[in-house]
């Protein structure tokens, strides 16, 4: 291996934390991190097909100029030089964002979603656009436009969704972090499934604008109450970076939050004896593969041994929320704009569940009805996280399976629908709560499985506490899925 090849590995399993600091000192330059980068891109990305819209050109063209800023001793912002892939859901001005639908495969926005704007602030170096399902409306990541996203850990299989092309990128070091949006476990979904930490912090934390906010663009304008836009990172300490530059108010979304009386990064520090944490392996009615429940179990038990905490196993006891779920979904989508773009493109033009999402008459009821489930899981979780600093869940109810399907139909010998193995991730945007995926292990055929920590309302401190605890007990920074490590990158 050249000295070259042997830096462009080192920078492409560097850290966001290491590679910002790296930079600012001048150990390396911008340039060379992008081109590492890049590089890994042209290798890996025609396997995996994280990106749909990769931007090379623009890349460059933001490290030149930030390298020219650090060179002169100008000030610069934390994230200078370090790249980061943009989920294609969020709007980023001049760069295609087609949501993963035909009918915006030529959209070029004309404005950046607010974290776009914050990284560019920060200077971070935009990579593309990271692939996703029509409109996210999936928990997998292949739709009409784009070769469907191929999970690094096992090519044959989804990388889940619907930050599908975030999570790929990241987990095969096409940049250290991504940006995830996540309406009933975007983040945490791919997270489980790539083996990295997804962070959904607290609903109104980070704004959301244009993306659930702009009533010009069906489809994109919907999940308002639902969505969180996050990080998608290797490590803990990448996702608190990512948070303290794309979370704060913002009058463009009115559930935005006032700034935190925390430091993103501070709340990292400190150890959890004596916490009060619950688990629920199934929420008392979810199917649940036994690899899962072994690995996941096994997790837990270090938060008892080693990490000092008190666990107690509980079921929450809330009504079966999925079919509200889909109808909230429902509610909060232009269905009058899309159905009319349904009719204009065809239905062959549209993936097939969204279309029978589409052409479903939703009732009042069904909408009322599904508010109402609601209030009762917030009343539930609310009582319940009184009594607890944590909740432990497995992020997701089967490891990764394979590409082309939306799930399977049989989970522990028990038939569900396809969609059934999300149980654990959309209360929790029901809820608003704080909740991350971590690693918890992987299979004995070396498939990711995801942890889910949660917090109590408006605890993000916690949740990262927590999280880096858990990281530093039983770390997974240096673990790398073959298609990395079998090439020699």
Known sequence: MTTD????????????????????????????????????MDRLDPTLHAFCTPAPDQARAAARRVENAVMSGEDVGVLAGVPVGIKDLVCTKGLRTTSGSRIYADFIPDEDDVVVERLKHADAIVLGKTNVPEFGYSGVGHNMLFPATRNPWDTSRTSGGSSAGSGAAVAAGMGPFAIGSDGGGSIRIPSSFCGLVGIKASMGRVPLYPGTKDERYPGVSSWESLEHIGPMSRTVADGALMLSVIAGPDDRDRFSLPGPD??????????LRGRRVAYSSDWGYAAVDPAVRRIVGDAVRVFADDLGCIVEEVTPGWPHPYEAFWAIVANETD????????????????????????????TAEEFTDALMVRKAVNNTMWRLM???????????????????????????GREVEPFEWLHFTYPLNFTGQPAASVPAGWTEDGLPVGLQIIGRHLDDPAVLRAAAAFEAAAPWKDKWPGIVTDTGL
Not at 336 to 362: C, S
């Open 335 to 362: 269905l009058t704009g899309l159905r009319r773009e349904l009719d204009r493109i065809g239905e062959e033009n549209m993936t097939p569940h969204v279309v029978d999402f589409l052409r479903r008459p939703w």
């Open 386 to 412: 009184r009594q607890y600093d944590l909740l432990l869940t497995p992020t997701l109810a089967v490891p990764p399976f394979e590409i082309g399907i939306q799930g399977p139909t049989v989970i522990d």
């Open 5 to 40: 090849q042997t830096m462009g590995q080192d920078i492409c399993r560097a850290d966001a934390v290491t590679l910002a600091q790296d930079i600012r000192r001048k150990r390396v330059s911008p340039t060379e991190v992008i081109e590492a980068v890049l590089d890994r």
């Open 262 to 271: 925390f430091d993103w990064s501070d709340v990292l520090q400190g150890d």
